[in-house]
């Protein structure tokens, strides 16, 4: 593995490692968001799916 | 519902559960596992908590119950390995609602039981970020004879 696509996966890495340390109500704030995101490809491919409903408004 | 005795306990698993100790990944659902009160004829079913949140104004939708905008499955504890991980569920709170987890060492071993496509997937991904127990998690494994699966799914990696 050349050191450029090394330094590119370690930064991967260290970047998902820093997001599983988040607070998990913030980790649900961004799968409504992702959920937000995802939804509309969802739909026109025929799943009924659609993002989480929480209060308060920020998890809109 | 636990406080009611519509069941014995609960605790979230599934994706959900996996978020709680590895980066967000998508899912639609929120898997509840649940201990229910056996019925008078030794059956356990999910009826009386389908009654129950019906009675509340919560409709079903397919195979979950829209709770809140939120789409909940319930499964009941189908196995000793699912009764062991809702016996051993972590307390935690979402916000300032108390609420249980399934142990991280737990949803590895539903993981390999279950073993479809998408939970090999996301197993890769769990096990490269939550930090586990290793020897509780061997305990585990050794208890469900999923030992070899592991050693097999690793050597796979």
Redesign the interface.
Known sequence: MNAELEKMLSAK?AR??R??AMP??E??R??VR??AM??PIQRAKGRS??A????PESYR | MERVGVIRRYAIGGA?GA??????????DLDIFVQLPASSQGLVTLTAVYEYLRSRGYAEERDCINI???PVQFLPAFNPLIEEALAEARD?T??QTPTR?LRAEHLVAIMLQTARAKDRERLA?FV???VLDEDYLAAVLARYDLTATWQQWRGQR
């Open positions: 890495q998902r490692q997001l599983a998990f109500p980790k649900v961004a799968l992702l959920q995802v939804a799916v659609r989480w409903r929480l209060e | 959900v978020i709680y100790y590895m980066e967000p990944i998508l899912t639609y809140e905008g939120v935690t979402f916000e987890v991904s490269a970020e939550a």
